[in-house]
């Protein structure tokens, strides 16, 4: 099982990488299900999430990306699952927002870009009850317009893309 679950989420990570461009405005969330482990991965150009992707430069901008951070400690604020799955939260991993990855531009300036990712580790006592999500992250991160979904398990998969208004998803 912890296998097939290492293989799934790896290929859900590297077409992830392979997705295409960092484009503001455009979320990515990959949910890996193999019974009872669940894996959930959330990945946002950091300016959608704050409106800057460089170092923080003044004590304010410090205090975004530090709420932010704290906000993402909270999976909640981003998905909610259904309680009939009865999921118990094991871990969340936050990557380092500011490895920023030099970038031309139009004119040929070098501008920086940062994705912010957090990873969530689950334990589900019934992972056939992940049939309905809530996207709060909408309400959550109004800089977010679009939401690449991806939902694989054993015996399911779905992709869609969502919009702001989509805040509830039925999955397959």
Known sequence: ?????????????????????????????DIVV?????AIS??????????????PATAAEAARV??????????ERLIELPSAADCSL?????????????????NGS??????MEVEYQYVCANTAALTRLSLPLFREHPGID???LQFLAP?????????ADGADVTLP
């Open 1 to 29: 099982m912890k296998i097939l679950f290492t293989t799934l989420a790896a290929t859900l990570i590297s077409q992830a990488v392979l997705a295409g461009p960092h484009e503001h405005g455009k979320a990515h969330l």
């Open 34 to 38: 193999d019974p009872p482990a669940m």
């Open 42 to 55: 959330f990945r946002a150009p950091l300016a959608s999430l704050i409106g800057f992707e460089h170092r």
């Open 66 to 75: 530090q709420q932010l951070q704290k906000s993402l400690n909270q999976p």
């Open 90 to 106: 094991s871990s969340v991993t936050t990557h380092a927002p500011f490895s920023a990855v030099p970038v031309k531009d139009e």
């Open 110 to 115: 070098t501008t920086s870009h940062a994705d």
């Open 146 to 148: 679009h939401l690449e």
């Open 155 to 163: 015996d399911r998969q779905h992709r869609l893309t969502l919009e």
